[in-house]
């Protein structure tokens, strides 16, 4: 069974400071990772996703995420925060044969002025 | 591209009716649909998956006869939450997957059901 834990259920970061946002997973086989946001009573967008090609995915908005394998981490950072990054943030694990997604327990983030 | 749509975004609902969730995915076929619900500030639990033309897959846990899916068409799922009661009150999205883009879904912008 695949699982996946998110580190910190809220996040407080400044307008402008680092935003980083720690996930690991685990999984038997080789997984494909994925980081959503989702504002308020609104569903799920794709921020970025790792496909086991390049390790470090470029996203919109100007996030991206470093798959680690030895690390069995998913990260995602975003050099300076914005006043529209305040959302709930869910990293979900799939395997590359399934179509299921596991979601994480999301974080939430608080962008202070 | 990618477009999933959900309707209503919102419905309140009297104990004991039950309640029609459509999910349409707008450009593209949806071989494969997924139905969640999402209780505030928590995480979102897949229900179960459906694909078009045949039964849906059940997560453990969820009641079938409670929760009926039909998957009809390539481009319509629909959730009906029968007997519904104020526990039923959550959050609902449904995501779209297309053969073609088999790592990814595409989430709709969810229902809020209420139960009184």
Request: net charge positive; charged share 15%.
């Amino acid at each position: 069974a695949q699982s996946v834990t998110q580190l910190g259920s809220h996040v407080s970061v400044s307008e402008g400071a680092l935003v980083l946002l720690r996930c690991n997973y685990s999984s038997s086989v080789p997984p494909y990772l994925f980081w959503y946001v989702q504002y308020p009573n609104q569903g799920l967008q794709l921020l970025l996703k790792y496909t086991s090609a390049a390790t470090l995915v470029k996203g919109i908005n100007g996030f991206e995420a470093e798959f680690k394998k030895s690390e069995t981490s998913f990260h995602l950072t975003k050099p300076s925060a914005h006043m529209s990054d305040a959302a709930e943030y869910f990293c979900a694990v799939k395997k590359a044969a399934g179509n299921k997604l596991t979601f994480g327990g999301g974080t939430r983030v608080l962008v202070k002025p | 591209g990618a477009v999933v749509s959900q309707h209503p975004s919102w419905v309140i609902c009297k104990s004991g009716t039950s309640v029609k969730i459509e999910c349409r995915s707008l450009d593209f076929q949806a071989t494969t649909m997924f139905w969640y619900r999402q209780f505030p500030k928590q995480s979102l639990m897949l229900m179960a998956t459906s694909n078009e033309g045949s039964k849906a897959t059940y997560e453990q846990g969820v009641e079938k006869d409670k929760f009926l899916i039909n998957h009809a068409s390539l481009t319509l799922s629909t959730l009906t939450v029968t007997s519904a009661h104020p526990e039923d009150s959550s959050f609902y999205i449904c995501s779209a997957s297309a053969s073609a883009t088999y790592n990814e879904q595409f989430f709709g912008p969810g229902t809020r059901l209420t139960v009184l």
